[in-house]
């Protein structure tokens, strides 16, 4: 059984998956295989039966957006360990769930954002360019503190997340280079890390970090209180829709697997404005 998790989690890992990712993947397996064992019943079964008996059992415990996240880690369990057999959670209808609405910002609040830093500062410099890529390139915050040397371009003009390439902004490629070439060097000194975005002990920037400083700035720039990290990404998809971006492109640039009610009233709303105006 261990074995089995160690190299799930390995093939995790060689996916370029962040480690918040896969250390929800292996909780919901573990959890999966406790109830299994539990009730005796082998790891080979694929029965319908027992994966809803255990879905079921989840449902009461959990929200529904948390029990869809558990199927997915099954799913990806059972594609893993038997490539060539039927995977029973295809056959699971999934419980629906509603996305909370993100607060989309105006632009004079992004301004007020991104004035708020100064770029002369090393470590101001670096925050910069984080929250540049996360509103022009829609990266999550995940994504951006498992960003590495390695996976950006030669030109600067994109990055590879989850291996896909992320086209950037020109005001993200010149923060970024600016960054890596002025800053970042600073910042680690004579140590040697391939993560792009580190801290002030040349470490890994954390993603507890980043939301500390997206709260500081909020605060110094006086945005709405109500924003949040996702705030920045829905706020340039708005912009999206208004010259012409299809749901599709808008889709692909969150990196969202449906449309979202959230995107959908942005989209009505951006069309009436356009037909008032």
């Known amino acids: 059984m261990d074995k089995i998790l160690s190299d799930f989690e390995k093939h995790l890992k060689d996916k370029n998956l962040s480690e918040n990712s896969v250390s929800s993947y292996i909780l919901d397996i573990k ?17 319908i039966k027992t994966l809803k008996d255990f879905i079921k059992d989840e449902q009461r415990r959990n929200s529904d957006r948390t029990v869809n996240r558990v199927l997915a880690s099954i799913g990806h369990f059972y594609n893993f360990t038997s490539q060539n057999k039927i995977n029973p959670v295809k056959y699971i209808v999934r419980p629906s769930y509603i996305k909370g609405k993100t607060k989309v910002l105006t632009k004079k609040e992004i301004k007020m ?6 770029e002369g500062d090393i470590f101001e410099l670096r925050n910069k360019t984080m929250f540049e890529l996360m509103y022009s390139s829609g990266l999550k915050v995940s994504e951006v ?20 390439k992320i086209k950037l902004s020109v005001k993200g490629q010149k923060l970024l280079q600016t960054y890596i070439s002025q800053s970042r060097c600073w910042i680690i000194g004579r140590l040697y890390d391939n993560y792009i975005f580190v801290s002030n002990k040349a470490e890994k920037l954390d993603r507890k970090s980043v939301w500390r400083i997206f709260d500081k700035h909020k605060r110094k720039s006086k945005i709405s209180v109500s924003a949040t990290l996702d705030s920045l990404r829905y706020t340039y998809a708005k912009e999206m829709f208004k010259y012409c971006f299809s749901n599709k492109e808008i889709k692909d640039f969150l ?23």
Do not use: A, C, W
């Open 255 to 277: 990196r969202l697997q449906y449309v979202s009610p959230n995107l959908i009233k942005m989209e009505e709303n951006v069309t009436r404005n356009n037909v008032n105006n």
């Open 31 to 47: 959890k999966y295989l406790d109830f299994l064992k539990s009730n005796k019943i082998s790891i080979k079964n694929r029965s």
């Open 145 to 164: 503190v498992n960003l590495m040397l390695s996976h950006l371009s030669n030109d600067y003009s994109t990055v590879k997340v989850n291996g896909r």
């Open 113 to 118: 954002f991104f004035d708020s830093f100064y």
